[in-house]
C-alpha cells in the first residue's frame, strides 16, 4: 500500500489506495458528473435541549482532525489508479441559520427545503472534505443538524461511532484530554491488500458457474444514468411477523438475513420468471481478525452477488439452509469487489437488484440533555444506489423496510407491489417451512379469488375491463408468470406489460391516440401480441393486414 509520509510542512499527510466499493462509486461519482449524484447521503438530526453552537463546531473539528478517512478526497492518476489523498487539515464547511421567528409548522417546512438544497448540490470527490454542515436554530432548545455527505467516506456502520465520539468530545469541551490514537481505515486497506485475491477468484468462478444470462428486473434503458428520481415505498413489518422470521432463524440455525435473502430470491424469481437468480447484498466487510476493525470509521460494507437456485420439489428449509452454506463458504472472499467477480463469472453474474440489510450498531439514546451532554436523534436519512430497484431492511421489534425504485425503469406497479409479495412470502416461510418452494403464492388470500375467477377458461371475461387492464392487473399479481409461449421463447407478463408499454410510448411520440388506426403487419408471433396490446395502450385501433 502506497502511504508515505509526506515531508515536513506539507499540507500532504498521506496517499491510499481504494477499496473495493470506493472504485465503484467513484466510477459512478465520474460517469456523469453532471447530474445529481444518488451516491449522495444525508441525515438530519434532532438537538435536544441547550446546545453550544462554538462548541458543537469545536467537536465536529477535534473528530474530522482525528478520522484523517474523514478528510479524504480522490483522484485519478495519469495511469487511470484511483487514489484518496489524506490532507493534513481541512476547513470543515459549517453553515448556521436561525429559524426561530418562524412558527414550528413554517420552521420544519423550510428545514425540510434547505436539506433539499443541500443534497441536490454535487459533492466533488476531488475536494476535501466530502462533508457539510448545516446547523439550524429552531428554539432556545430546538435545533436541525443537517449533515451531508458522500457515500465514498463511511458506511452505516460508521455513522454511530461518530456520533458516540462527537457528543463524547462535546460534553469533554475544552477539558478534553486528548484521546488514544484512533484507529485507522488506513490499516483496513493494508489488510486488503494482503488478501489471497486468486483464491477469492477460484471461489466466485465456481459459486457462479453456470450462470450464463443476467438477472434484471429492469426495462432497456441505460441504469448508470439518472433518469427519473427514484421513488420509495417505506413500510414496517407486523411486529408478529417479525418475531416469527426471528423464531424461524433461532430454529433453525439461521441468520435473519439469510431468511430475507431467501425471500427475496423467490419474489426476484416470480418477478423474472427464472429459477436461478442473482441479486445484490452488503456485506459489513469488517474482518474480525483485524484489531480494532469495529471501532474503524470508513467504507468497509462491500456489495456482492448473492445465486440462488430454486428446485419447486424441495421445501423452505431446504432452501434457506443450502443458501447460508453457500454465504458461508464464501465469507474469507467476501473482499474481491464487485467489478472483478463479474468479469470474471460473465454475464451471470450481472444483477439490478439489491438486498440491504442494515444490522449495525445503532447509538444510544440519551435520557435526558445538559449543557454538557447531547441528545442527538435521527429525524430523516436519504441514501440511494444507481440500482433500479433496492429493498432495504432494519431490524426491530417490527421491521423497517425501504423500497427504493426508479418507475422509468421499473414501472409503478411493480415497484410499489414487491414490499407486499416480500410480507407475503416472509409469512409463509414462518408459518410453515416445510412447504415446497413450488406451493408458495405471493397473492393474498383475500385477493386470490377475484384473479382465479378473472383469469380461469371458465369464468367468462370480466365485465368492464379492457384487454390492457386485464393484462396491467396480471403484471401486478403474477409479473414473473408466462404469459405467451412463441417456439422455444416466451415472455413473462412482466416483459409483455413492459414491451407494450414502450411500444405504445412510441406511438405517441409518434401522435398516434385515441381514434387512430395503425396497420399491423406481423405474421403470428409474441411480437404481434406486443403490437396489438401496445396500439391498445395508446389509445388506438390496430389494423390487422396480412404479412403475405
Known amino acids: 500500500m502506497n502511504s508515505p509520509a509526506a515531508a515536513k510542512g506539507s499540507a500532504l499527510a498521506e496517499v491510499w489506495p481504494l477499496s473495493p466499493l470506493q472504485e465503484g462509486l467513484l466510477f459512478h461519482a465520474d460517469f456523469d458528473a453532471q447530474g445529481p449524484d444518488v451516491y449522495t447521503v444525508q441525515t438530519v438530526l434532532a438537538i435536544g435541549g441547550p446546545l453550544d453552537a462554538r462548541r458543537f463546531r469545536a467537536a465536529w473539528e477535534t473528530v474530522v482532525a482525528r478520522h484523517a478517512a474523514l478528510r479524504a478526497s480522490f483522484h485519478r492518476r495519469r495511469t487511470g489508479e484511483a487514489v484518496q489523498i489524506i490532507p493534513r487539515e481541512v476547513t470543515l464547511p459549517w453553515h448556521e441559520t436561525d429559524l426561530s421567528d418562524l412558527t414550528a409548522a413554517d420552521a420544519e417546512t423550510r428545514v425540510r427545503r434547505l436539506a433539499g438544497s443541500e443534497r441536490d448540490r454535487r459533492i466533488d470527490p476531488a475536494v476535501a472534505p466530502l462533508l457539510r454542515l448545516l446547523l439550524v436554530r429552531l428554539g432556545e432548545d430546538r435545533h436541525r443538524l443537517v449533515m451531508t455527505s458522500h457515500h465514498l467516506l463511511m458506511d452505516g456502520w460508521s455513522m454511530p461511532l461518530l456520533l458516540n465520539e462527537l457528543t463524547a468530545v462535546y460534553a469533554a469541551g475544552d477539558q478534553a484530554a486528548r484521546p488514544a490514537h484512533p484507529a485507522s481505515y488506513r490499516e483496513y486497506l493494508a489488510w486488503l491488500g494482503r488478501q489471497d485475491k486468486e483464491t477469492a477468484r477460484d471461489a466466485w468462478r465456481t459459486e457462479l458457474a453456470g450462470a450464463d444470462e443476467p438477472t434484471l428486473v429492469a426495462g432497456p434503458g441505460n441504469t448508470a444514468r439518472v433518469g427519473a428520481p427514484p421513488r420509495r415505498n417505506a413500510f414496517r413489518i407486523p411486529e408478529k411477523t417479525a418475531g416469527a422470521i426471528g423464531d424461524l432463524a433461532r430454529r433453525h440455525g439461521l441468520t435473519v438475513n439469510t431468511v430475507l435473502q431467501g425471500a427475496w430470491a423467490l419474489v426476484l ?143 409503478e406497479e411493480i415497484g410499489e407491489a414487491v414490499g407486499g409479495w416480500l410480507v407475503r412470502i416472509l409469512e409463509q416461510m414462518a408459518a410453515d417451512p416445510s412447504v415446497p418452494v413450488a406451493r408458495l403464492d405471493m397473492l393474498p388470500a383475500d385477493a386470490r379469488g377475484p384473479v382465479l375467477e378473472g383469469w380461469s377458461a371458465t369464468a367468462g371475461e370480466p365485465p368492464g375491463l379492457s384487454v390492457p387492464e386485464l393484462v396491467a392487473g396480471r403484471v401486478r399479481e403474477a409479473p414473473g408468470a408466462v404469459a405467451v409461449v412463441d417456439g422455444e421463447r416466451s415472455l413473462s407478463y412482466h416483459e409483455l406489460g413492459a414491451a407494450a408499454g414502450r411500444l405504445a410510448r412510441f406511438l405517441s411520440s409518434l401522435g398516434v391516440g385515441r381514434g387512430e388506426r395503425v396497420a399491423v403487419v406481423m405474421e403470428r408471433s409474441a411480437d404481434l401480441l406486443v403490437a396489438l396490446l401496445g396500439v391498445w395502450r395508446a389509445g388506438a385501433a390496430y389494423v390487422p393486414v396480412d404479412a403475405g
Open 269 to 411: 424469481a416470480r418477478l423474472t420468471g427464472r429459477t436461478d437468480v442473482v441479486f445484490g447484498a452488503t456485506v459489513a466487510g469488517r474482518p474480525p481478525e483485524l484489531p480494532r476493525v469495529e471501532s474503524m470509521i470508513g467504507l468497509f460494507i462491500n456489495t456482492l452477488p448473492v445465486r440462488v437456485r430454486l428446485d419447486g420439489s424441495r421445501s423452505l428449509l431446504e432452501l434457506l439452509t443450502r443458501a447460508q452454506e453457500h454465504q458461508s463458504a464464501l465469507m474469507p472472499h467476501q473482499h474481491l469487489g464487485l467489478a472483478e467477480i463479474q468479469g470474471l463469472a460473465g454475464p451471470g453474474a450481472v444483477f439490478d437488484t439489491l438486498m440491504v440489510y442494515e444490522n449495525y450498531p445503532r447509538p444510544p439514546a440519551a435520557e435526558s440533555a445538559t449543557a454538557e451532554t447531547l441528545t442527538l436523534t435521527v429525524a430523516e436519512a436519504r441514501q440511494a444506489t444507481h440500482y433500479p430497484l433496492t429493498v432495504g431492511v432494519l431490524p426491530g421489534e417490527r421491521f423497517r423496510v425501504d423500497v427504493t425504485y426508479r418507475p422509468d425503469l421499473v414501472g
